[in-house]
């Protein structure tokens, strides 16, 4: 029997949404279902949110409202999604790659420092499995030199540091329901802006470069073309899905944390072991349990595992190819300094099976596992 290591919960009002929503006959953008959601999420974020087809497209409208251009520097972690690098790429900026905590994996903010040039346009923070980045320190730099910081929370959807929402800290963040998140929507994003200065010109990008939300809120007679944009909006039958899940939000990445701490207790004697690392979770931060990773010595170990896992049935997969070190990475992007921590931790991460609908039984089947492997392969060792 295979062990999934990942798939999307449904909490049993998709189907009625949808069903709501074709009745509607608004199945375009911002329909009656892309406003409840709006609500909801303004609701939990207290600022305005727009939704949008993909965290992608949000990134990408961050740096439109950022205005960001050919020439400018974006300082960014590169064991990051591409996404996080192509939005800015798109405008014609250069990612500047900055190695990651060996702790936390995310951007190192104690090399902003030497990252930095005249060029320098904005930091993007990325808060990898819903552990927030170090966001005083990023925040206070970035006062001091006067950047952008955009937030790809992509994995962060209700997560916190210092009992502040991640999303909400830079001048934007950017959240994502892809199917592979814990609250889905297909796929799916959002646009938090948190300086009330950007608010119209976001909704004129996301509607193609036009004033089509002032025109449907009545305030002028007709919309026209007013700057650059393009159609950043998501169906409402997506927006649809997404109500469904968002109602739940809580239940869901409260599934998600048991899963994660059931794994996290039993893979403790490992650690102990040296055999292998665990997550850190700083005690200021609150994070989703949207990954479990462990981290292996090397990567033969790392690979072996790996082998051994998916031989079981057993879904257990990598992440990130670094960026700095990708073909598009290297032709559009610069690095600063020594990148072998997140080499190191590209190299001998596992990620393990989690989802709100895993069972005890299937993480104890995985933890079996790894125990048996890690334990075999030590005492070969020896």
Known sequence: MAVSFRKPFLVGKELENLRLSLESLHLSGDGPFTKRCHDWLQAHYNCTVLLTHSCTAALEMAAILADIGPGDEVIMPSYTFVS?????VLRGAVPVFV???????????????????PRTKAIVPVHYAGVSCEMDTILDFARQHSLFVIEDAAQA?????NGQALGRLGTFGTLSFHETKNVVAGEG???LVNDP??????????EKGT???????RDVMKYEWLDIGSSYLPSDLIAAVLFAQLEEAEKINAMHRAAWARYHEALAPLEARGLLRRPTIP??????????????PDAPTAEGLFHVLRKQGIGATTHYVPLHSAPAGRRFG????????????ASCLVRLPLHAAISEAEIDRVVTAVDATLMNASAVSL
């Open 334 to 345: 610069r690095t600063i300094g020594s990148m072998a921590i997140t080499d190191h931790v």
């Open 197 to 206: 200065a950007f608010v119209e010109r976001a909704h004129i990008i996301r």
């Open 189 to 191: 994003g959002a646009l």
């Open 211 to 217: 004033n089509r939300t002032q025109f449907l809120r």
């Open 84 to 88: 996080t690098a192509n939005a800015f």
């Open 157 to 161: 959807h209700l997560c916190t540091y």
């Open 99 to 117: 190695d990651i905590r060996p702790d936390t994996l995310n951007l190192d903010e104690r090399l902003l420092e030497q990252a930095l040039s």
């Open 283 to 296: 005690v200021h931060t609150q994070h989703n349990g949207h990954i479990y990773y462990v981290i292996l």
